[in-house]
């Protein structure tokens, strides 16, 4: 079953500008995670925010997360064409009878030169 | 670490033949899942094993799908009979505990083509 939702479905920006992409997700989370999918490959894990943390940078990536509206969101500062890719939001189940992630269906990004 | 290794890469198949997908996880990772993707239904969890033993296979679709890890750097996932529907592309992931900070490696995936 998918936990999280990314929005918006697909995002076209051009370099240098920066992307925003959202994610609901609707039970209580011990940590939300996102990955980044290039056509053809594997996901690839970007960053983990732990449910009692609001903001958590790397890089050019920036998450927050809002554990009252159930939401995060993924910026990507000063984009590059390198970063067109799916981008998915991840949640662990928060139960106490194991642990694996749950994905949404992800945002598609698209960066122009 | 070459990472999770997944074989083959590209599989085709008339329906009603077996199908084996193969994985290795990265050395020292406590868990393993399967995971199914399609364009329709996005990322589904199939199965996932801790320390070689399967905790939820609540995401097989029906008994001619199976999974074993008969050792912690081996996991194979079975299809027996295979049908057009199971066409996906199949993703082995590795991790090491849960909630470890590096998140999930996954592998290259098997994309399987049933015919």
């Known amino acids: 079953s998918q936990q999280g939702e990314e929005d918006p479905q697909a995002l076209s920006i051009q370099e240098g500008e920066n992307a925003t992409m959202n994610c609901s997700y609707k039970?209580?989370?011990?940590?939300l995670q996102w990955y980044r999918q290039n056509s053809g490959r594997g996901l690839v894990h970007l960053i983990l925010i732990r449910s009692n943390e609001r903001e958590k940078h790397s890089g050019r990536l920036r998450v927050t997360l809002d554990t009252s509206k159930k939401s995060s969101s993924l910026l990507i500062t000063a984009s590059r064409a390198a970063d067109t890719a799916s981008y998915f939001c991840a949640t662990d189940a928060n139960s106490n009878s194991g642990y694996a992630l749950n994905f949404g269906k992800g945002t598609s990004l698209l960066v122009t030169p | 670490d070459a990472g999770v290794i997944q074989s083959p890469r590209h599989e085709v198949t008339e329906m009603g033949q077996e199908v084996t997908l193969r994985c290795k996880p990265i050395?020292?990772?406590?868990?393993l899942f399967w995971y199914r993707q399609t364009m329709m239904r996005g990322l589904e969890l199939l199965i996932y094993f801790n320390n070689n033993v399967p905790i939820d296979d609540s995401g097989m679709p029906e008994d001619r799908f199976s999974a074993k890890m008969p050792n912690a750097s081996f996991s194979t996932l079975k299809i027996q009979p295979s049908e057009p529907r199971d066409s996906a592309v199949y993703f082995c992931?590795?991790?090491?505990?849960?909630?470890?900070?590096?998140?999930?490696?996954f592998g290259s995936g098997t994309r399987l083509t049933v015919v």
């Open positions: 039970t209580s989370i011990n940590n």
């Open positions: 050395s020292g990772h406590d868990y």
């Open positions: 992931a590795s991790s090491l505990f849960e909630g470890a900070d590096g998140g999930y490696t």
